[in-house]
């Protein structure tokens, strides 16, 4: 006489169904942190984009400064040279390309807009007309480098490497322009590594 097959017990489906229910909890969980992982892996790569890029920018800008005159209304203005200086801004003369929608020497501004309730790196540039006493800022371009930004601050050697780094420098007290400008980001509550080129007029 056959015996009837037997069938799960209730008991059984249950642990069968727990076991099922932990294994793909468990396959859920890997797939996330998958998933976290592929998305901070991709943050970092943008932020290691952004750096390169916004440093090989600021590398053709700064290292082409140059040591022109303004026209001022005395024989000593005359003879100064357009390079402002300081721990928060740097103005000075440079060359633009035309891969950034203008090309030739240009009054050029490298500091922190705050317009809009947040803290950008912005360019900001009008062309060098070698004219005027002042360059007539208002009337300037803008060019955002980073959107958000967190600290910026500028410092400046002389031509002795050993000389210390200062966070003003005045073109006329100097005797001329730094040798190298010294750049330090903070952006995303993470620190840049710090940007130095050296100023060799194209």
Known sequence: ????????????????????????????????????????????????????????????????????????????????????????????????????????????????????????LVLRYLPYSGATAEPQWARRSVHVLLPQIDTLRFSYQGPDPDSPWVDDWVAEDQGGLPVRVRIAVQSDGRHWPELVYSLVPL
């Open 1 to 120: 006489m056959m015996r009837a097959p037997r069938g799960f017990t209730l008991v059984e489906v249950v642990v069968a169904l727990t076991l099922v229910a932990l294994i793909m909890l468990g396959l859920l969980g890997a797939l996330r942190a998958m998933g976290d992982a592929a998305s901070r892996v991709d943050t970092v790569s943008a932020r290691t984009s952004d750096m390169q890029l916004i440093g090989a920018f600021l590398g053709r800008v700064v290292s082409g400064g140059e040591a022109l005159a303004y026209r001022g209304d005395t024989p000593q203005e005359q003879q100064a040279v357009y390079f402002e200086a300081s721990a928060g801004r740097l103005r000075w003369v440079g060359n633009l390309s035309q891969r950034h929608g203008t090309r030739g020497l240009h009054f050029l501004e490298l500091g922190v807009d705050e317009e809009g309730g947040t803290r950008a």
